[in-house]
C-alpha cells in the first residue's frame, strides 16, 4: 500500500521526492527527535495552488501529512512519523512591505531575518527574534508561536500576525484577519491558528506587522556569585516596571560550557550572568532607560560593564548567543522551554538545579528572563546513544519533573517551542479535561479526517 501511494506521490506532484536524502532529512527536526517512520514521500510546494492539490488529495486518500518549513523545531512537531511531508519553504517572497500601513505581506518560507533585514530598509523592524532567526521560516515561526530575546519588550510572533492565508485540510483557501490597525469582525481565527503546529491548517501568506526600528541604548552585562541572586535582580527589573528590549540570564553551567567552546575564560568562574539592553524612540530615551536599569541589576552583582558601542554590545552578547551551541557540542541536548510567573524566576532555577543534582544529569539553564521563559537545557554524553529515541531514562525523568516545576509553580509547559511530540504525554499537566475536549472539537471541525500533523500538540 505505502508503495503504491508513495508511486501516485511521485507521478501526481512535480515537486514530490522521496529518495533517501530527503526521507531522512524529513524524519528529525532540529530537536533530533527521530519520528516513528520515513516520510511517504516529501512534497516540496512552489506555489498556494501546489499546496491545495497536495491537501485536497490527501484529504480524499485519508493520507497523513506533515507540514513543514526550515525543520528547526525543538519539539518535534515536524518529524515525518510515516507521513506525507508537505515542504512549503521554497515558497520565499516578501510580497511588499508598506511603510506608511507598516507591514508586509510574505510567504511562509521567508527566513524571519530577511523580513527583519527588509522592514530595516524603511526604519522599521520584524519585532519576534527567534534564535533560529537566520534560518528558521515565517511559517514555522507562526506554528509555533516563536518568540525571542527581543520579545520581552516588543511581543511574539502572535502579536505580529494581522492576517493569515491557510490551506485547510480539505484543500480550501482561508483568508483570516486584516491589514489594518483594528479590526474585530467574527472570532479571532488568525489568533487561533498562531501556535497551531499544524494541527489546523497549512499558513501559505501573511500580514505581519512591523514597528519602528527603535535606538538601542546600550548594553549591560552583569555577574552575580550564583544563579538565584541574577534571577532575583532579574524579577527586580520587572518589580521596578522597567521594559528592557532584552533581560538575558545564563548559569555557571552554561558559562563553563561557552568558555570551553570558544576557548575564552572571561566568564568562565562566574556564578551567574545577566545581559541587559533598552531602547526607545530616541537615543536620550534608550540611555536613561538602560541607567534605571543598571541601578537595579548593580544591587548584588559582582561585576557590572556597559557599554553603548555596537561592536562591544555584541561581544557582552556573545555568551548568550553561544549557549546553545556550546551545551550541544558537549554532548545530546534535550532542549525545553518552561515559562513561570517572572516573581518566580528564582525558584524555578532552584527547582532545577535541585533536579540536575537528584538525578545526576547535567542541565544547563539559560533564560529570557524579563518574560519568565527559562530554557533547560538536559545534556547526556554522545557514547550513551547516536540519536534522541536512545537518550537514557535519567533524562526523561528529569525532564518530566521539570514540567511538573513549571506547572507546580503556576507556569506553562512551553513558552515559545511548542509542544509538538515531546511534551504531548504532559498536556494533563496543564490543561484539565474540559479544555482539551474543546481543543479536540476544534480540530475535528477544522480536520474532520485527522490527517493534519497526527500525533502532535493536542
Given amino acids: 500500500m505505502t508503495a503504491a501511494l ?13 529518495d533517501d536524502d530527503a526521507l531522512a532529512l524529513a524524519r528529525t527536526d532540529r530537536s533530533g527527535t527521530p519520528g516513528s517512520a520515513d516520510a511517504l514521500a516529501v512534497v516540496r510546494a512552489g506555489s498556494v495552488n501546489e499546496v491545495r492539490a497536495v491537501l485536497a488529495w490527501a484529504h480524499e ?18 518529524v515525518a512519523d510515516g507521513a506525507l511531508v508537505l515542504d512549503v519553504s521554497g515558497m520565499r517572497r516578501i ?6 500601513e507598516e507591514l508586509a505581506v510574505v510567504e511562509p518560507g ?4 530577511d523580513l527583519d533585514a527588509a522592514a530595516a530598509e524603511h526604519g522599521l523592524m520584524y519585532a519576534p527574534d527567534p534564535a533560529s532567526a537566520a534560518i528558521s521560516t515565517i511559517g514555522g515561526n507562526i506554528a509555533t508561536n516563536a518568540g525571542g530575546m527581543r520579545c520581552v519588550k516588543h511581543g511574539v510572533t502572535r502579536d505580529a500576525v ?20 483594528k479590526g474585530v469582525v467574527g ?12 494541527t489546523l491548517g497549512v499558513v501559505v501568506g501573511a500580514t505581519l506587522r512591523l514597528r519602528p526600528r527603535p ?69 536620550p530615551t534608550a540611555a536613561a532607560e538602560l541607567m534605571r536599569i543598571v541601578d537595579v541589576l548593580r ?83 554522545r557514547d550513551a546513544g547516536a540519536s534522541g529515541a536512545q537518550r537514557p531514562a535519567a533524562v526523561d525523568d528529569a525532564a518530566g519533573r521539570i514540567f511538573e516545576l513549571a506547572v507546580a509553580l503556576g507556569g506553562t509547559l512551553s513558552g515559545e517551542h511548542g509542544v509538538g511530540t515531546l511534551k504531548r504525554a504532559y498536556l494533563g499537566l496543564e490543561l484539565d479535561v474540559d479544555v482539551l475536549a474543546v481543543q479536540r472539537a476544534v480540530k475535528a471541525a477544522l480536520d474532520p479526517r485527522g490527517i493534519l500533523n497526527p500525533g502532535k500538540a493536542i
Fill in 110 to 113: 521567508v527566513l524571519t531575518a
Fill in 215 to 283: 535606538h538601542v541604548g546600550g548594553t549591560v552585562l552583569a555577574t552575580y556569585p550564583d544563579v538565584e541572586t541574577a534571577a532575583r535582580a532579574c524579577s527586580r527589573v520587572g518589580a521596578a516596571r522597567l521594559r528592557p528590549s532584552l533581560l538575558e540570564l545564563i548559569d555557571a553551567a552554561t558559562l563553563a560550557a561557552v568558555a570551553d567552546h570558544t576557548g575564552t575564560t572571561a566568564l568562565a568562574s562566574a556564578g551567574a550572568a545577566v545581559v541587559a539592553q533598552a531602547d526607545g524612540a530616541d537615543a
Fill in 162 to 181: 494581522l492576517g493569515l492565508e491557510v490551506v485547510l485540510a480539505d484543500g480550501r483557501l482561508l483568508r483570516t484577519g486584516r491589514a489594518t490597525a
Fill in 299 to 381: 544591587d548584588g552583582a559582582d561585576t557590572l560593564e556597559q557599554d553603548d558601542d555596537p561592536a562591544r554590545a555584541d561581544e557582552l552578547l556573545t555568551a548568550r548567543r553561544l549557549a546553545l551551541p556550546a551545551v550541544e557540542a558537549r554532548g545530546h541536548a534535550l532542549i525545553e522551554d518552561i515559562c513561570v510567573p517572572r516573581a518566580r524566576l528564582a525558584e524555578a532555577v532552584r527547582g532545577i538545579e535541585r533536579i540536575a543534582a537528584e538525578t545526576g544529569v547535567p542541565i544547563y539553564t539559560f533564560a529570557h528572563a524579563g518574560d519568565g521563559n527559562l530554557h533547560p537545557i538536559v545534556s547526556w554524553p
Fill in 95 to 100: 510580497v511588499h512591505v508598506d511603510p506608511v
Fill in 61 to 78: 486518500q485519508r493520507v497523513p501529512v506533515v507540514p513543514r518549513g526550515a525543520g528547526t523545531g525543538l519539539a518535534g512537531g515536524a
Fill in 6 to 18: 508513495r508511486a501516485e506521490v511521485l507521478a501526481r506532484f512535480a515537486g514530490a521526492r522521496a
Fill in 187 to 198: 472570532y479571532d481565527l488568525t489568533a487561533l491558528l498562531v501556535g497551531s503546529e499544524g
